[in-house]
Structure formats: structure tokens, C-alpha cells
């Protein structure tokens, strides 16, 4: 009898495709199957023996060692399987995911099992990352619905380009820089060759001068007749014009000077003028108030003229100032990574809360950096830089509940840039000229000539303000930590002896040269694609004539590693912690 061949698919909790060869059996029934024991397995339990791989599209032929019935598959949306004989079957892929393959013959017994996994056609996301990035190694490896690349590349530009290319070819007709979800995501375990740090130096250099000029006449009179008095002010006040206090003066007999007995009369007698002071007479100055306020100069007069007492005071004023302000600091991060930095304080300020209560906040000030840097490719480096300058100032404070609180006056810029390891950047400055002239005076009196300077004042004042900010970036490496110098090294405590009779606060020497952080290479940029670059040029020592035969001296060629000799000192910034 011919053999036939019945092939049924099956629906189940899983997708499951069978087929059942049944060759016509002869007319003696068949001898039943022996029972076969697996050792080390627990009873009925069959592991997949096989790990296959497999891409979107494609297949393998499975050449079986002996001929099966039944071919099931646990997952048909991945990984499907063609029957072409009873010893041959095909795997192939249809979209991302895994699958469990079993094949057995009549008797149970298990031929051939994989584990199938369905990515994306690896092998030309290996083939694009090669030509992309010829200097990096890189493996992409998917489970399910994620896709690991790890491997080594030369800088954190590279694994962000790999991890994008890796996105881009895992999700055929997604736009990946445009958020949009992904059906395989790219998870990035990528590292840099070498870690890159990047130690920032920032120099804040602001000049601030100032001119104060202040001129006014405040002028007081008194008759002390009762009748005419008069007050003009435009200065500070100059005090008073009072009687004299004869509560205090000695009294004397003063009958002789009225024809009176000795004895009947007795007046207060003023030692300073030599003469007797009747109650209510002679005139008393004070200057009480020309010692405020103490920023200006005053000049007081006081004097009787035609029967009037005169008191004034002339208010000069004329103060500069320079203030200087250089802050260096520096701070060390690996690329990608934020640092920061503080040197200061921080200043309680108490803020009205609910129910009639006071809270406590804290303000920074001092000198702050933050900064991220991100070495590109070629070397050179990308930084989102925050440096700030604060210091209080108490011109501007306020007071609440009793409390005078100062304000804050703040010197911050915020930007990114991108320069070579070892170059500056002038990335902030300010150039400010302030003027302010102010007169008050008496409307017509004051404009009379000569005259009219005693029923006006001015106040005249100037500012200006420079102010650069400059950071340099150092790709940097560390130094040796026994070749490390701290700048209290050299301090010595005085003795009892230094201290008290030669008044010496310090003893030693501090503030040595220190070790710099040594600049690193920066990594070799990728080789262009198009025309090569020019070879270097290299000095060659010119040929000899014909017939010399004396012996030249080879010209020397200028070594990478020796460093030029200038004259002088070099005023260029040395790169990693110097405090100089």
C-alpha cells in the first residue's frame, strides 16, 4: 500500500502547527514503543537543546536525524516552521519575538527542539556600525522587544551616534529623533576607551570705581533783640543758637556797677569774656549735629554781625573709591557628568509664613560653578557652563520685623560653548559708566551770582564698572598622589615667643608650586572620507653638490615632546589646580 501523508494545523492556548506522517502499516500491527527513562530530568519535562537566531525574512533548513510526525511551534507570529519531508523541516523568521520549536516521531520521542529568537538582520546593523564608526567595537544583541549594545567606542559622542543608528535600523519607518515610541528600544551599556575628564578654569575680573562730591550751606540766625530771624537750609543741620547757661556760672558781687552798697547785688560772672552776664543774654553756639552724617566733610561758622547771631555750616564731600574683585576657581568633571562647586555661605532670611509666623530660608552666596562637559569627537569640548560671583551688600538691606536683612549682589552668566582643551573663552563682560548730578536749591534767590551759592547744594556722583568672565576647559588626567603639595605643607604654629614679642602670626612657608593635572591626548579624529590629507611635512637636509664630499651637519628637527624656550616669563594660564 501507498504511504500517505496528512498534515493538520492546531488551535489552542498556543499557536501550534502539526503534522502527522502516517505510512500505511503492513498488515501485522506494530510492537509497542519501549519506555524510554531520561536521567537527570524530572519525568516528562524536555528541555530545547538548541539556540537559533534568526533575523526578520529569514530562514534555515533543519535536516533531522530521524523521521518525524509532529512539528509544533509555540509562537507562529515569530517564528513559523515549513514541513518539507519527515526528516526536513525550515524555520523562518516573521517578526520580532521568540518561539519554542519541538519536532518528534510516532513515539513521543523528541528529534530535534530550539529556542528561536527573532530580531532585526543583525548582521547589517554590524555591517552599517562598522563603516560608521570603523575605531569602535561594538555588539548588538536583542531579547524581545530590547536591543543591548555594548562594546567599547572612543568618546560619549560615538555611543550617543552608535545608539542612534542602532534606533534608527532596529525601527524601519519610525522618526527617532522625534519621540515618537519605538518598537524595539535601545538600551546603551556602551564605555569610552579611556574616561575623559575636563577640568574648567573660570576667572572672574571686575574693577568698580566711584566719585562722591557733595556741596551744601545750611545757615541760621537770631536777634536777640526778639526781632528779626531768618534760617536757610540746604546742607546738614549745624546745631544751635542759644542763651548763655548762667546756671553754671560763679556769682560775684556786681553792686558797685549799679551805685548799690556793697552786698545788694550779685550777678553770674563768665570767666571766658572777663564781665558779668545778665540772665538772658549773650549768645551760646553749638555744633552738635555736624558730626553726622560722618561720610562728609563739614565746616562750621558762627559769629554776631549787625546785631545778629550767625551760625552755618558748610558741607564738603568728596569721596572715591576703587573696589577689585578676582575669583579663580576650578573644578574637575568627567564628561557627561555635572559638577558643582561652592565657596561660601549661605544667609538665613526670615519669610512670613501663615498665622502670623516666621519661617527661616537660606540664600547661597559666594563663588559657584556648575558646569557639564561633553568631549566631541575631534577633541574639542562642548560645556553648559553656570558660573556666579555673590557677596552681600548692605546698601541695599531691608528690615523686617527688627531684623535688617541684607541683599545680595550677584555677577552670573549661563551659556553653552565649544573650544579646543587649552583655549579660552571670554564668554561674559560688562562695561558700565554711571552718572548722576543732582542740585537743590531756592528758586530765584539761588541763581543770584556769588550770593546764590549760599540757597543751593549739588551732589554729583560717578560709577563705573568692568567686569570679564573667562573659563578654559584642560582635558586632564591625574597626577601621582605622593608628587601632590597642599598649601599647608609649610606651616609652622609660632611659639609663645614668635607670637607675643615678635608678633608673628605664621612660620613656615606656604602656598608652594603645586603638581598640575598632566593634559591628556585628545582622542584621534575619524579619517575623512573624500581627498586625504596632506602628508606632514618633514625638514630634509638639502643634497649635497657634486664633487663636496665634506661632511655637513644633519639639521635638526624640531622634537614633538621639547618644549620651546621663550624669554621671560610666560604669562599663559598653566592648566589643572594652580592657585597662582
Not at 558700565?432 to 549739588?458: C, E, W, Y
Not at 649635497?544 to 599663559?572: H, L, Q
Request: zero cysteines.
Amino acid at each position: 500500500m501507498r504511504p500517505t501523508a496528512l498534515m493538520q494545523r492546531w488551535s489552542g492556548g498556543a499557536l501550534t502547527t502539526a503534522l502527522i506522517l502516517a505510512a500505511a502499516a503492513p498488515q501485522t500491527a506494530a510492537a509497542p514503543a519501549q519506555q524510554r527513562v531520561r536521567v537527570g530530568q524530572p519525568a516528562g519535562v524536555e528541555r530545547p537543546t538548541t539556540e537559533v537566531q534568526l533575523s526578520v525574512g529569514q530562514g534555515q533548513l533543519i535536516n533531522l536525524p530521524a523521521a518525524v510526525t509532529t512539528v509544533w511551534t509555540s509562537n507562529a507570529a515569530a517564528a513559523d516552521v515549513y514541513v518539507n519531508s519527515a526528516r526536513q523541516i525550515n524555520l523562518f523568521g516573521k517578526d520580532f519575538g521568540e518561539a519554542t520549536i519541538y519536532a518528534t516521531n510516532a513515539a513521543g520521542d523528541v528529534i530535534y527542539s530550539a529556542n528561536v529568537r527573532v530580531s532585526q538582520n543583525l548582521t547589517s546593523i554590524d555591517r552599517m556600525m562598522k563603516l560608521a564608526l570603523p575605531d569602535a567595537q561594538i555588539k548588538v544583541t536583542t531579547v524581545g522587544q530590547l536591543a543591548v549594545l555594548t562594546g567599547t567606542v572612543a568618546s560619549p559622542t560615538d555611543a550617543q551616534e552608535a545608539q542612534r543608528l542602532a534606533a534608527t535600523l532596529l525601527n524601519p519607518g519610525i522618526d527617532v529623533t522625534a519621540g515618537a515610541p519605538l518598537k524595539i528600544s535601545v538600551l546603551n551599556r556602551l564605555k569610552t576607551a579611556t574616561p575623559l575628564q575636563v577640568n574648567l578654569q573660570v576667572k572672574f575680573a571686575e574693577v568698580s570705581r566711584s566719585f562722591i562730591k557733595n556741596i551744601g550751606v545750611n545757615l541760621q540766625s537770631r536777634d536777640t533783640t526778639g526781632g528779626f530771624q531768618f534760617n536757610v537750609s540746604s546742607g546738614r543741620n549745624p546745631g544751635g543758637i542759644g542763651s548763655v547757661d548762667t546756671s553754671t556760672l560763679p556769682r560775684l558781687d556786681a553792686s558797685s556797677l549799679y551805685g548799690l552798697p556793697a552786698g545788694s547785688l550779685s550777678l553770674p560772672f563768665d570767666p571766658k569774656i572777663g564781665n558779668f552776664v545778665l540772665p538772658g543774654t549773650g549768645t551760646a553756639f553749638n555744633f552738635n549735629n555736624l558730626a553726622s552724617p560722618t561720610e562728609r566733610t563739614a565746616l562750621g561758622l558762627a559769629t554776631r554781625l549787625a546785631g545778629l547771631d550767625l551760625l552755618s555750616a558748610i558741607d564738603l564731600g568728596e569721596t572715591a573709591g576703587q573696589v577689585t574683585t578676582l575669583a579663580n576657581p576650578n573644578l574637575t568633571a568627567l564628561s557627561g557628568e555635572t559638577g558643582t562647586f561652592l565657596a561660601g555661605g549661605e544667609i538665613p532670611i526670615p519669610v512670613a509664613s501663615g498665622l502670623g509666623t516666621v519661617a527661616i530660608e537660606y540664600k547661597q552666596y559666594g563663588v559657584s560653578l556648575a558646569y557639564t562637559p561633553t568631549v566631541l569627537a575631534d577633541g574639542r569640548i562642548s560645556l553648559r557652563v553656570r558660573p556666579e560671583v555673590s557677596q552681600l551688600s548692605y546698601d541695599t538691606a531691608v528690615t523686617f520685623s527688627g531684623t535688617r536683612i541684607p541683599g545680595i549682589t550677584t555677577r552670573r552668566t549661563e551659556t553653552t560653548v565649544e573650544l579646543g582643551s587649552g583655549q579660552s573663552f571670554m564668554i561674559a563682560g560688562l562695561l558700565q559708566n554711571l552718572h548722576n548730578n543732582n542740585f537743590s536749591k531756592t528758586p530765584g534767590i539761588s541763581d543770584l551770582p556769588v550770593l546764590g551759592a549760599l540757597f543751593r547744594s549739588n551732589a554729583f556722583q560717578r560709577s563705573e564698572t568692568e567686569l570679564v568672565i573667562i573659563i578654559t576647559p584642560y582635558l586632564v588626567k591625574p597626577v601621582n598622589a605622593n608628587d601632590i603639595k597642599l598649601p599647608t605643607d609649610g606651616y609652622e604654629t609660632p611659639s609663645d615667643f614668635d607670637r607675643v614679642l615678635l608678633g608673628t602670626v605664621a612660620k613656615g612657608k606656604s602656598g608652594s608650586d603645586r603638581p598640575k593635572p598632566t593634559m591628556a591626548t585628545p582622542p584621534a579624529p575619524p579619517p575623512s572620507i573624500g581627498a586625504l590629507a596632506p602628508a606632514p611635512i618633514v625638514p630634509t637636509q638639502a643634497p649635497a653638490p657634486a664633487g663636496d664630499n665634506s661632511r655637513r651637519a644633519p639639521v635638526p628637527t624640531p622634537s614633538a615632546t621639547e618644549p620651546k624656550k621663550t624669554k621671560g616669563k610666560s604669562g599663559a594660564a598653566a592648566p589643572g589646580f594652580s592657585l597662582n
